[in-house]
């Protein structure tokens, strides 16, 4: 059982519940954290879901995505996730967008990061598939082609860096 910190409409907790229950409700007022990694070619880190993911199985993703967990900041489980899904320890992440779910019409209140990163990645052969470096005309072109192919907040955030030039 997986607990989230629920909170109210400025992002305050005021409560916690299993996932699956805020899933199943179909809930926004939780939180998640995603970060976007570029190479320093300017190229992104997108990896391909594994078929066995229990939301949007085989869809590319964010570089690292993952809840906050009850307890925990934004920050820490970003570089919890980090450090989970991709192997990257030792590092520091800037922080580049907070939407709350109405803002951008997302899944939850977010905070999203940017990482430059050049190393080798050890990720999370469970969790994903494949990685694949992409530029962001490839990225758009696969979204213009079949948003489904994405996570689903994922078309949303690419279009709001896209509009903020952070691409």
Known sequence: MEYLDLVDENDNVIGKEDRDII????????RVINIMIFTSDNKIIVPKRSANRRV???CYDCSVGGHVASGESYEQAAYRELEEELGITNVTLQEI????PYDIDTSAFSKMYKLVYDKE???DKDGIQAIYYMTKEEISKLI??????????????????EKNHIL
């Open 23 to 30: 899933y199943k409700n179909n809930w926004r007022n939780f």
């Open 56 to 58: 949007f199985p085989n």
């Open 97 to 100: 967008a907070y939407f709350k």
């Open 121 to 123: 990645l050890n990720y």
């Open 144 to 161: 213009e082609q079949d948003p489904t192919q994405f996570k689903g907040d994922y078309p949303k955030f690419f279009k709001w860096m």
